[in-house]
């Protein structure tokens, strides 16, 4: 039972570079997460889902865009790259959006644009 | 608006005990979670208080206070390993797709010999 995985782990890219964050998670949850983790500002969500074949921004969306095609899994994309971008990517997931179902994290893509 | 707060950093010495406030303003509330996250890892869930009162778990024991909105992370017999942020995130709104979390800045503690 892996949890949640993401990859890659690190990415160097170039201000206009275009890149996929993939996540992964086997423990069958319905909602999943994409935040980014910047110094002095906290987690930050950028877009959700609520199951297979939805999305939906979250506080800080623009410059990204996500597909949830299979349940398992939830892509991040940057179409665009700009180093305000850079940051530390966490993915989450959690099986109801209620009660005590606290979201699983993933281990982080630390991204650099340059 | 949405608003959380913790302190930035907290030194304590190992074996003791150490309290982490944080405090909020949310327009909604349905719930509050505490995450502790090492430097370079995922944060990790620790504890969660929706009712008034305190809920404890060995060495971590978290309070809650809704009509002051203010909850606590209490951590004894402090160990090295205790070193580590501690983020307060609280799950805005009543139910539904719109049930996310508003996460804190997180309190950077530092255990010390």
């Known amino acids: 039972n892996a949890g949640v995985t993401q990859t890659p782990k690190f990415r160097v890219l170039k201000t206009g570079q275009s890149m996929t964050l993939l996540c992964a998670q086997d423990?069958?949850?319905?909602?999943m997460y994409w935040y980014r983790q910047d110094p002095g500002m906290g987690l930050r969500l950028i877009h959700y889902?609520?199951?297979?074949?939805?999305?939906a921004k979250g506080e800080v969306p623009d410059g990204y865009n996500v597909s949830r095609l299979k349940k398992q899994n939830f892509l991040l994309g940057l179409e665009s790259a700009a180093p305000s971008q850079t940051s530390v990517y966490f993915c989450?997931?959690?099986?109801?959006?209620?009660?005590?179902?606290?979201?699983?994290f993933g281990p982080g893509t630390r991204l650099t644009v340059l | 608006g949405q608003n959380i707060d913790q302190p930035t950093e907290m030194t304590a010495t190992e074996g003791a005990i150490v309290q982490i406030n944080c405090t909020y303003q949310?327009?909604?509330?349905?719930?509050l979670f505490w995450y502790q996250q090492h430097a370079g890892e995922a944060p990790t869930f620790l504890s969660y208080?929706?009712?008034?009162g305190l809920e404890e778990k060995g060495r971590f024991s978290s309070f809650l206070s809704r009509s002051k909105g203010y909850s606590y992370l209490l951590l004894k017999e402090l160990q090295m390993k205790d070193s580590a942020s501690y983020l307060c995130?609280?799950?805005?709104?009543?139910?539904?797709?719109?049930?996310?979390?508003?996460f804190g800045t997180g309190t950077l503690l530092a255990v010390q010999p």
């Open positions: 208080n929706v009712l008034d």
């Open positions: 995130a609280v799950r805005d709104g009543y139910g539904g797709a719109t049930n996310k979390l508003i």
């Open positions: 989450a997931s959690s099986d109801r959006d209620r009660g005590r179902n606290e979201q699983f």
């Open positions: 889902s609520v199951g297979e074949g939805t999305t």
């Open positions: 949310t327009s909604g509330f349905n719930g």
């Open positions: 423990m069958n949850h319905e909602y």
